[in-house]
């Protein structure tokens, strides 16, 4: 790099590879991404145990992930623009901090309905997370760091989703449900103050005051973006299709013929680390061969991934998860790094609707789909999991047909 170039970097603040700043910045955001994902899938393996536990079916048992994940989604759409006000260091510290305690407050949740308001609950304080994150990094990072960065961040959004749904399975060999959601509540506590301990304040956030006028207009301006409806559709619709996918796959394997246990189930989580691995090189892909040939790629990949669980043999099944969860972690890091590309201002609510679609994706399909297993079983889910990226395939192909705003 040129040193006119460094010091144009220099001048606007922004965080390059390989700098202090940007290794401080990926820790904070990683962990900020694994505390999230741990407590809002840490219910996930157990949806089974709840269907049993509290007499209900399985679509009934999975609103506790259903119901915080929605309201995640609804506050996300404030999010940003309270983050404009407070800050965005300030905003996810708390929610981190939070969703750590609610997770610790479940000790004491022995009922269904308790256990819906606390995940409420966590759902809505959550919303001061992944939005704020991206927006951040959006603001603080230079174009090539952001791909990178963007990438670290989704991996430890893998590796918290998969601890969470590893570690409470495993904590529940040995204590209630309620208590081994207040262990991971423990450890969340933990990886929050490494990450107040390592984001570095904003340098490019410019404070002001809140107006819900602003977020109206804010919101709304992005809308009038087609290029960003596409974005926003493919959130939807990959997220629905991951999240119906490990949500009932559960279902299928404790039943015949395979009837494994409630942890060897959750094993199947490992794979996770597959996604984690494939997001962080996202941003390289992205370098080397472009965003329109990822996105088609990725798409195809959870396309492959879905068919092969229709097998009976226990290793494809796990194989076609595998496969599954790499290409819906790269889709997600492109599409979500490609709002912040795409949106000129106003980028903590443009991620907000990003991922306000994600998020109701996640919480439609992923309810859907237990009616689905009910009347149809894995072939029934593994359909609509092949509609939704089908669709998603058509969407995208808008979506590169029309004028980049970069």
């Not at 966590?122 to 174009?143: C, I, N, R, T």
């Not at 819906?328 to 980028?347: E, L, N, Q």
């Not at 359909?383 to 995208?396: E, Y």
Request: hydrophobic share 50%.
């Amino acid at each position: 790099m040129s040193a006119a170039a460094q010091n144009i970097n220099v001048r606007e603040g922004q965080v390059r590879v390989g700098t202090p700043e940007f290794r401080r910045i990926n820790i904070a955001l990683f962990c900020a991404g694994f505390v999230t994902f741990i407590t809002l899938y840490d219910v996930q393996p157990l949806l089974p145990l709840f269907a049993q536990e509290f007499g209900v079916s399985p679509a009934v048992a999975s609103l506790p992930l259903s119901c915080a994940t929605i309201a995640l989604a609804l506050g996300m759409l404030i999010a940003g623009t309270v983050s404009e006000t407070v800050g965005r260091r300030a905003l996810m510290t708390v929610a981190l901090f939070l969703t750590s305690l609610l997770a610790l407050a479940t000790l004491f949740s022995h009922s269904f309905e308790s256990l819906l308001a606390l995940r409420l609950l966590q759902g809505l304080v959550l919303a001061g997370v992944p939005s704020v994150a991206m927006a951040y990094l959006g603001e603080e990072m230079d174009a090539q760091a952001i791909g990178h960065a963007m990438g670290l961040y989704i991996s430890g959004n893998a590796l918290g989703g998969m601890s969470g749904r590893i570690g409470s399975a495993l904590f529940c060999k040995f204590v209630p449900w309620h208590t081994a959601i207040a262990l991971v509540g423990v450890v969340s506590l933990l990886l929050s103050l490494v990450f107040l301990k390592s984001l570095p304040a904003s340098t490019n956030f410019h404070q002001r005051p809140f107006q819900f006028s602003y977020l109206y207009t804010s919101l709304f301006q992005h809308l009038r973006d087609p290029g960003l409806h596409c974005l926003y559709a493919l959130a939807f619709l990959t997220m629905g299709g991951f999240i119906s996918l490990y949500n009932y796959i559960g279902f299928r394997l404790l039943a015949p013929p395979y009837q494994l246990t409630q942890f060897q189930v959750s094993l199947i989580f490992l794979v996770y680390m597959l996604g984690s691995f494939s997001s962080g090189m996202v941003g390289s892909l992205i370098h080397r061969f472009g965003r329109p040939f990822m996105i088609r790629l990725t798409l195809a990949v959870m396309l492959v991934g879905t068919l092969i669980t229709l097998s009976e043999p226990l290793p494809l099944i796990v194989a076609g998860v595998g496969i599954f969860t790499c290409g819906f972690f790269c889709a997600h890091a492109i599409a979500s790094s490609w709002v912040g590309r795409r949106a000129s201002t106003a980028k903590a609510q443009a991620s907000s609707l990003y991922l306000f679609s994600y998020y109701l994706g996640s919480s439609i399909s992923g309810t859907i789909g237990g009616l689905f297993w009910q009347n149809f079983g894995w072939n029934g889910v593994a359909a609509m999991i092949t509609l939704l990226i089908l669709s998603a395939f058509g969407v995208a192909a808008l979506l590169l047909r029309m004028p980049t705003t970069e």
